[in-house]
């Protein structure tokens, strides 16, 4: 139940910042980017979100919550998500960093976490692997672009420098494979990362940064060609002997 209030609660939150002063969590906080995915890249919230619900409701019918580790990252994950839209609210770069901090913690906790747990039945597996995953990709990626408009909100590198943003996208895309390798390329996790891959080369392209759309292409294209590796190694895997 704890799980389904903290979902419920995190889509709700929004509403408390249309209303309030500063930016819209979809819009972010801080100084725009070159590596800021473009504006209808955070739709995806929107399935996140519902996906968060529907998930949490089908584990509460079915009463298989699957393991405690995974649901208090859940929990944390999704009220730290709530927070971190009131923080975004305010316009402060450095307390949504800290969020997204928290959040990135939680979400790796739960995606290591569900892609080794067998739940019952097999629909609310797939279900809640696919949940964890798109959410967890997704604040990995969120989580690199908060730190660098901390970063720049502190004074400690410049917006409009193309370098340092070139190495934050490769640590991330590195970040996004190792831990798509580490979750056993759960597919969800992947996808996510790839609508940032796309999102930011979107951006990249309409302010002419080539380096930037190469990088993106890059990533994305190494994210599906290791999920797909790591899930035709997995289909043809001996059965076991009974």
Do not use: C, K
């Not at 990252?73 to 009131?86: E, P, R």
């Not at 190792?178 to 996808?191: D, I, K, P, S, T």
């Not at 999102?199 to 392209?205: E, F, L, Q, S, Y």
């Not at 930037?212 to 043809?236: E, N, P, Q, S």
Request: proline fraction near 4%.
């Amino acid at each position: 139940m704890a799980v389904l209030v903290a979902a419920v609660l995190q889509t709700v939150t929004p509403v408390v910042t249309i209303a309030g002063p500063g930016s819209s969590p979809g819009e972010g906080s801080g100084p725009e980017l070159l590596i800021t995915p473009v504006g209808w890249a955070f739709s995806i919230w929107g399935v996140i979100y519902t996906l968060a619900i529907v998930q949490a409701v089908a584990a509460l019918v079915t009463r298989s919550h699957g393991s405690p580790r995974r649901q208090t990252a859940q929990l944390a994950l999704y009220l730290g998500g709530a927070v971190w839209i009131l923080l975004a609210g305010i316009d402060s770069s450095l307390a949504t960093a800290a969020a997204l901090t928290v959040m990135f913690g939680a979400a790796v906790v739960a995606v290591l976490t569900v892609a080794r747990e067998e739940i019952d039945p097999s629909w609310l597996r797939r279900l809640t692997r696919a949940a964890v995953g798109l959410y967890a990709g997704w604040v990995t990626a969120a989580f690199f672009l908060n730190v660098s408009t901390a970063l720049v909100d502190a004074g400690v590198v410049d917006a409009d420098d193309l370098a340092w943003q070139v190495v934050v996208l490769a640590v991330a895309v590195v970040t996004l494979l190792v831990l798509a390798v580490a979750a056993r390329g759960l597919a969800a996790y992947a996808l996510a990362g790839v609508w940032a891959m796309i999102g930011i080369a979107v951006t990249a392209r309409d302010n002419g940064d080539d380096t930037i759309v190469a990088a993106t292409f890059v990533g994305a294209v190494l994210l599906v060609v290791v999920t797909t590796v790591i899930d035709l190694r997995r289909r043809r895997a001996p059965l076991p002997v009974l």
